[in-house]
């Protein structure tokens, strides 16, 4: 490992891809990792845990088969929206009582990907705590408007948004990998302009995250998406504001390099952008899921790579 200056606190997010009631254990199995600190003191490594309960697809499944567990009662909320009810009307699912439960027994905090915020986000105001949500948009939903409802529902109640960035790049690889890039990519234009409409609420840009997951082109070799560093220094040199940056290594490596995601992922909490780390945190999927199974780590891994992580930055703990 290099010899680099230590210090510096980031976020770990780990979790499965998608809840079930089976998975749950593996959460508080994670939740009880621990780790020594810079200054030697045991503390949680962990600060959030992943709990989609609705999967973005390119096709819809309708026995609700790959969608997560909140597929049906989702829907159910959208028809009673559609026909001219309320939020008041939407029946809460099962899933969103795993996230308050584990809040209760772990402290982490909840990270959710959001398909339809206005039927999602109603139901996590009603029960989940201030303080304690992470809501990202999928990749491949890249308009700015499906992000207002969240940044809202983020400023009452304290809670963070996440901006993954979209499959495309927009610009030769070549090209976006040089730090003094005189091209602008889709993928940095898009990021800019997705934290417009995360922040026109009034939602400060220090509570918004931008989640790098790679990008999906024809030089990506083997990776499931290839991280352009460059670019993602690049957007968040250009937003400013204390905004955060998040490394998602699941979803760059892939199945066909999971054994590269532990050493991929320190390399990345490594990276410096002048004196300040590049990266904040990292959003990983681990334990067991019916999704994704190949990309994720297992507990061990998970583990490892924290006490890893912990020898060189400060990890944020869960907290009350």
């Keep these: 490992m290099p010899n680099i200056e230590r210090g510096g606190t980031m976020e770990l997010v780990a979790g499965p891809c998608s809840i079930t009631p089976e998975n749950i254990k593996d959460i508080l199995q994670l939740s009880q990792i621990r780790v020594k600190n810079l200054h030697g003191i045991e503390q949680p490594a962990l600060w959030g845990t992943r709990m989609v309960e609705l999967k973005s697809r390119t096709a819809l499944d309708p026995s609700g088969e790959g969608m997560g567990i909140g597929c049906h009662t989702v829907m159910e909320n959208m028809l009673i929206l559609t026909d001219g009810g309320s939020s008041q009307d939407f029946k809460i699912p099962e899933s969103v009582n795993m996230m308050k439960k584990v809040i209760e027994d772990t402290e982490l905090t909840v990270a959710t990907e959001v398909m339809m915020p206005s039927v999602q986000v109603p139901i996590y105001e009603k029960v989940i705590p201030d303080g304690k949500m992470l809501l990202w948009n999928p990749s491949v939903e890249q308009l700015g408007w499906s992000i207002l409802p969240m940044a809202v529902a983020a400023k009452r109640h304290n809670w963070e948004i996440g901006l993954k960035n979209g499959k495309w790049l927009g610009a030769t690889l070549k090209d976006a990998e040089q730090s003094d890039s005189p091209v602008e990519t889709n993928l940095e234009k898009t990021w800019v302009g997705l934290t417009t409409f995360a922040t026109a ?43 955060k940056l998040y490394f998602d290594p699941s979803h760059t490596f892939g199945p066909n390099l999971r054994d590269q995601i532990v050493e991929g992922t320190v390399q990345a909490m490594l990276m410096k952008d002048g004196n300040e780390w590049l990266y904040d945190g990292a959003l990983i999927e681990a334990g067991t899921a019916p999704t994704d199974t190949g990309q994720h780590l297992t507990i061990n891994e998970m583990e490892s790579l924290a006490k890893e992580l912990a020898k060189y930055r400060n990890l944020r703990a869960s907290q009350k």
Excluded at 201 to 226: A, Q, Y
């Design 201 to 243: 609420m009034g939602l400060p840009k220090s509570k918004i995250t931008l989640i790098h997951r790679g990008v999906d082109i024809p030089e990506k070799g083997e990776f499931r998406n290839i991280p352009i560093h460059e670019v993602a220094r690049r957007a968040k040199r250009k937003i400013g504001g204390g905004v």
